[in-house]
């Protein structure tokens, strides 16, 4: 109906140093120095959680107007629970996060009582939140290896 294909392409750049490109937009990906990296931007996880924040903040936008609530400021902040003992390999712990959770701040002259239907309809539609919450198939990777 209205499907549409989204691309991104990662490269390597450092050791544990990421560059990721989305229609010309770069945004740079690494680990913390404890973890062995450089520190030059978030890790992959704080990305995931950021995609949900900004998502969330673009669906309230957008939800708030259709709406006729006026939103003066607002702040998203998305915090996840993880175990690294999973990406270490151990069978006991899954190596993803085992629970999100987000803290909405809305500065808004509108009624509470809207602002909050606005960020139930934002939980329900948030295509981020929804691709995390609901899972989504990944297909097995195509390689190709070169020479």
């Known amino acids: 109906m209205y499907e549409k294909t989204y691309k991104v392409t990662a490269k390597k750049a450092g ?15 690494d680990e913390p ?5 450089t520190d030059k931007g978030m890790n992959p996880v704080e990305l995931l959680l950021s995609s949900i924040a900004a998502c969330q903040t673009v669906s309230t936008s957008i939800y708030a107007e259709s ?15 993880m175990d690294s003992a999973g ?23 509108s009624d509470p009582a809207m602002v909050k239907q606005l960020i139930d309809l934002v939980e329900i539609r948030c295509p981020v939140e929804d691709t995390v919450k609901n899972g989504t198939e990944i297909a097995k990777s195509v390689v190709d290896v070169e020479k």
């Open 87 to 109: 990406f270490m390999g151990y069978a006991k712990f899954r190596p993803g996060f085992t629970n999100i959770r987000t803290h909405v701040h809305i500065k808004s002259e």
């Open 15 to 29: 050791d544990l140093e990421v560059s990721v490109d989305a229609r010309g937009h770069k945004v740079t990906l």
């Open 33 to 37: 120095v404890a973890q062995g990296g």
């Open 67 to 81: 709406m006729g609530i006026k939103i003066d400021e607002m702040s998203v902040e998305v915090e996840g629970d």
